[in-house]
């Protein structure tokens, strides 16, 4: 599937894991891509790789540093048709009785207020491409409780709301808003919480990767070239009559652990 060349794309927290497969894929696809991400040096390697594509650092904390992203996404883009709102934090693993609560809004500020800020600074050019797409990125616990993670589960089950309210408010537009569910997803991060949990466990790195297995139907992690491939479907016009949909990629997951 393939999106149209005209496409103007902004990818946020793009030059890593499953934004750098997204960025990756809009760029195969033929789109014209702007990527911003807090890690200067995977923007630097990111650029190495796909020279087309346009970088700007950008914390999504800072409401201020956000907005004049979007202005600069615009300004290098010529418009915005695209926006996917990949970038968010994991926060704490804690429990809510022992939870820091300047962990609790740091997890909120960029997970829930930076995709609100971008979104909103967004919607004018959407408005003005005439086919506008919104990808949000949601998770598997965005549908399941997760124990001692209620920060990172709040924002993900709150972008499910935004997702469907946006969907709601911006559909006479012609904008469609979609949100992606992750689950575990294959790459060095999975791998090291299964390090982690090998370790305090006492057992093999291979116990553990089945133990995380074994509430899915699917015996695989999510390969991140999976979500993107659906996130550019969202966006090309074979997906123009899909919008408020909450559409889990995780295997079939039974719950969040």
Known sequence: ?????????????????????????FVSAGAKVFVCDIDEAALGRLQAHMPGVTTSVCDMGDRAAA????????????????????????????????????AWESVLRVNLTGTFVVTQRAI???KQSGSGAIVVMSSLAGRFGYPNRSPYAVTKWGLVGFTKTLSR?????????????PGAVEGPRIQQVLEGRASANGRSVAEEEAAALANQSIKRFVDPADIAALAVFLASNAGRSISGQMIPIDGDSQSAS
Do not use: C
Request: hydrophobic letters at 50%; aromatic letters at 2%.
């Open 1 to 25: 599937m393939t999106s149209s060349n005209a496409q103007r794309v902004l990818v946020t927290a793009g030059a890593n894991g499953i934004g750098h497969a997204i960025t990756e894929a």
């Open 67 to 102: 907005a004049r992203m979007v202005d600069d996404a615009a300004a290098a883009l010529g418009g915005i048709d695209v926006l996917v709102n990949n970038a968010g934090i994991a926060g704490p693993a804690a429990s809510v009785a022992d939870m820091d609560p300047d």
């Open 124 to 126: 004018p050019h959407l």
């Open 169 to 181: 408010e911006l559909g006479e537009f012609g904008i469609r808003v979609n949100a992606i569910l």
